[in-house]
């Protein structure tokens, strides 16, 4: 996480480089919370409506779903990343 917060913090006026961290703790904490909320829910509503076909098995394949939905949210962010900050290079 070190390179992050370097680079989210590299345009911080040096006063407030200590605010901006915290902020981005936050940020990340609640982010967190959030895409575990959304994950399970997939999960949830996916093994519910799946049950029929999979039957003790649909727990399993909402997890699976749930699973491919966060590595396709991951692809898009390391695309964004990638994309956004090719030319941008921290000095030290």
Avoid at 21 to 31: D, E, G, P, V
Avoid at 42 to 58: C, F, K, L, R
Wanted: no cysteine.
């Amino acid at each position: 996480m070190m390179p992050l917060l370097t680079w989210g913090t590299s345009n911080v006026v040096p006063q407030k480089v200590a605010d901006a961290s915290s902020l981005l703790t936050s940020f990340r904490t609640i982010a967190g919370s959030i895409g575990s909320a959304v994950f399970v829910g997939i999960m949830t509503v996916v093994s519910a409506s799946s049950a029929q076909t999979y039957g003790d098995a649909a727990m399993m394949h909402g997890m699976n779903v749930a699973f491919f939905w966060m590595a396709a949210g991951a692809l898009v962010l390391l695309l964004i990343s990638v994309l956004t900050t090719g030319g941008s290079r921290v000095s030290s």
